[in-house]
Each structure stands twice: as structure tokens, then as C-alpha cells.
């Protein structure tokens, strides 16, 4: 009986053992783009459970902020291409190491897309959108 015990706490060790040595090589897997929420992302969905009395006031546009607003531009970097919204536009372009192809910047064709392309796209609206309403400070702020 304890002969049993020792077999299987040695095939228990040995099977450990190969696991730990040739899993990873085994299970090696690309598991997909993985997407980060952001601050302010997170912050949009729950903002309405919380209490208006955590808000501060509302503050008024500075001329510096307004001049930012006009001069910058938000651009989403995704796999090997570049997103950004221009005049209502949402153009793409390839990129490398961060620095957009001017050549190759185009407008995103939304007719001929399926589901998954089209719910992707949808996602970066929203990021590309993301704190434009909120820009104030204050949370509760429609944009006013």
C-alpha cells in the first residue's frame, strides 16, 4: 500500500516537472489584441452611480484650452495602422514606430464592412471621442 503512495507522488513530481519545463513551449498562444481601458473610459461608465456632492463646479474654457483644441489632433494606434477624426472624417493610415505614412492615409470606407469590422470601428469613434464632453473638470457636464 505505501508502494502505491510512492508510485503516485513520483508520477504526481515527474508529470509536474514536465508541465513546468515543456508547457509553455506546448501552450504557446497568441491570444489576440488586448485592449486597455482607459482612466476616463472607466470613468464614463460608472459616473452616473455616483453622488453629485464628488464633483466640483463647472469651469469655463480657457483661451489656451480652446487654442489646443484647435490646434491638436487624438490619434488611436491599432496593430499597424493609425485612426484619427478630422472635419467629421475618420481617416486611417499605416504607421511605423509611431509615425504616420502620409502616403497611405485614407478614408475609413464604413459601406462594404461586416459586423466585427464595424464594431472595432465603432470602438475607436469612441475612444477618439472620449473626453471631448468631459473636458471641463466637472463630470456631469453635458457640453454646456
Avoid at 504526481?12 to 489584441?33: C, S, V
Avoid at 481601458?37 to 463647472?58: G, K
Wanted: charged fraction near 25%.
Amino acid at each position: 500500500m505505501i508502494a502505491e503512495y510512492f508510485i503516485g507522488f513520483l508520477v504526481a513530481i515527474l508529470m509536474l516537472i514536465f508541465f513546468r519545463l515543456l508547457g509553455p513551449r506546448i501552450i504557446k498562444g497568441d491570444y489576440g489584441t488586448k485592449i486597455k481601458y482607459s482612466q476616463s473610459h472607466i470613468h464614463d461608465i460608472i459616473r452616473y452611480n455616483l453622488p453629485d456632492e464628488m464633483f466640483m463646479p463647472i469651469k469655463k474654457p480657457r483661451q489656451s484650452s480652446s487654442h489646443e483644441k484647435k490646434a491638436s489632433l487624438k490619434v488611436v494606434f491599432i496593430d499597424k495602422e493609425a485612426y484619427w477624426i478630422k472635419e467629421n472624417v475618420l481617416f486611417i493610415a499605416d504607421h511605423e514606430g509611431g509615425i504616420v505614412k502620409e502616403g497611405t492615409a485614407r478614408r475609413v470606407d464604413t459601406i462594404g464592412m461586416d459586423r466585427v469590422q464595424l464594431e472595432k470601428v465603432i470602438y475607436i469613434v469612441d475612444i477618439l471621442n472620449e473626453g471631448t464632453q468631459n473636458d471641463s473638470g466637472y463630470t456631469r457636464d453635458n457640453g454646456v
